[in-house]
């Protein structure tokens, strides 16, 4: 999956919305799967597109691939 400029834009449009994500609940929990399943080019994407809370995820994801 590659992200294109429309779809990282409706990404941070949504989440821009978003106030706080409870780590102990479901939508955080299908956050960290989504990221999970993306490769290291997806996930660059997305954590260079400044998408509230998305993109630190996204980061960590990518640090944690580096360090592996």
Do not use: W
Request: net charge neutral.
């Amino acid at each position: 999956m590659t992200f294109n400029e429309v779809q990282i834009n409706e990404l941070r449009s949504r989440f821009s919305k978003i106030h706080s994500v409870d780590p102990c609940g479901d939508a955080y929990d299908g956050m960290c799967k989504l990221l999970n399943s993306l490769d290291l080019e997806d996930l660059g994407a997305l954590a260079g597109a400044n998408i509230k809370f998305l993109s630190k995820l996204a980061a960590n994801r990518i640090i944690r691939h580096a360090s592996a």
